[in-house]
């Protein structure tokens, strides 16, 4: 899932880009099914784009919101 890939990270696993990315695919389409919104972020967005639509996914979920603080601290692109 999406928010063990961000979690892992926090928690100082390793983090590769383009790995992140293809999870992201794998898992995305689970939960957005008619936009996928953090991988067309990762593509064609800003650092700030990815950073919103991975709190938005925090957000819509109900996960805790201090993760955000997390996503918000770190470079993801």
């Known amino acids: ?43 064609y967005g800003s650092e700030t784009d990815v950073k919103s639509a991975l709190c938005n996914y925090i957000t819509e979920n109900q996960y805790n919101e201090d993760i955000c603080n997390y996503i918000n601290s770190v470079n993801w692109l």
Not at 9 to 38: C, L, P, Q, T, V
């Open 1 to 43: 899932m999406i928010i063990d890939l961000i979690l892992d990270r926090k928690d100082g696993i390793a983090y590769n880009s383009r790995k992140f990315y293809y999870e992201i695919m794998d898992y995305e389409h689970i939960f957005f099914s008619d936009e996928y919104k953090i991988s067309k972020a990762l593509d």
